[in-house]
């Protein structure tokens, strides 16, 4: 009788994260994160290998509940979502509103549709538990990427999520929903190596996922020299017009020395909200 309760007490302790997305999950594993390549200072490369950045990740497609909750053992409030809007034939969410009022979504069945304009400007304001910082996106360098960052921000995907990693003078990272750094949208697009071929302090980038060839909704921010010096290697999301040395340096100071890859940071550091702007 004793382990049938306690059995049943640990399906109820997983039924926040199953509830993201309950139908099959896919056989494959994902590996996220941070890969180290070659050809980096032989000083630099004795850092990446103590922080190499991995993550697995089984993905599941959404389900058809109206609501959904998000994982809350970081601190974060209790989230749901609203009724999802319909599909398309291959499973696919419509471009989401513009102007912010699209329900939450926090799981996807198909790849986004083109949802940004050629000749168009996009910025995000991302709002964390430790300030504000914008980022200019980067539609030239990563034309693919960014509009699928853009398609989950404004289906409110990033909004009230964790930062699970953060490493001094390396990079903070975020976009993994249930904080463990093995989640994601369950949605990939292909990596988009930048063409200036390097990276500065404020850089936004996204991590790798499935093969190192693909990316899904994990990003970093480079706040260090170690970041800098990273293998151009990397889709350029866009970089940092404002906040980074109030709002980013704060999301980097919770960095622990004793953190195995920078997880878990020492304390919880949080995205509240991500806000598009079109121009």
């Known amino acids: 009788m004793g382990t049938d309760k306690r059995e049943r007490q640990k399906a109820n302790r997983q039924l926040k994260l ?17 890969q180290i390549g070659v050809g980096v200072p032989a000083l630099i490369v004795a850092v990446f290998l103590l922080v190499r ?24 409030p209790s989230t749901t979502i609203g009724t999802p809007p319909a599909t398309d034939a291959s499973g696919a969410y419509p471009c989401p509103a513009a102007d912010g009022t699209a329900p939450r979504v926090v799981a996807f069945k198909a790849a986004a549709p083109s949802c940004i304009a050629v000749g168009k400007t996009y910025t995000a304001l991302i ?23 853009v398609y989950l921000a404004r289906y409110h995907f990033y909004d009230g999520t964790p930062c699970h990693r953060a490493i001094k ?17 369950g949605i990939s697009v292909p990596v988009e190596a930048p063409k200036s071929g390097k990276y500065a302090l404020g850089t936004v980038a996204m991590a790798k996922a499935s093969g190192a060839t693909t990316n899904d909704s994990q990003f970093f921010v480079i706040t260090g020299d170690a970041g800098v010096a990273l293998p151009a290697e990397y889709s350029l999301l866009g970089q940092v017009t404002d906040g980074f040395d109030t709002s980013v340096r704060g999301l980097e100071a919770a960095a622990d020395p004793a953190a195995s890859n920078g997880v878990p940071t020492k304390e919880p550091i949080s995205i509240t909200k991500v806000t598009i702007t079109e121009q």
């Open 127 to 149: 709002e964390t538990n430790k300030g504000s910082y914008t980022v200019a996106l980067d539609a030239v360098n990563s034309p693919l990427n960014v509009n699928q960052f």
């Open 53 to 76: 950045l991995f993550g697995s990740d089984t993905s599941s497609t959404p389900t058809s509940a109206t609501t959904t909750t998000v994982a809350t053992d970081v601190g974060l």
């Open 18 to 34: 199953e509830e993201l997305a309950r139908d099959a999950r896919k056989a494959k594993t994902k590996k996220r994160g941070l």
């Open 169 to 185: 003078d390396f990079m903070v990272q975020c976009g993994d929903p249930t904080g463990t750094g093995s989640g994601g949208a």
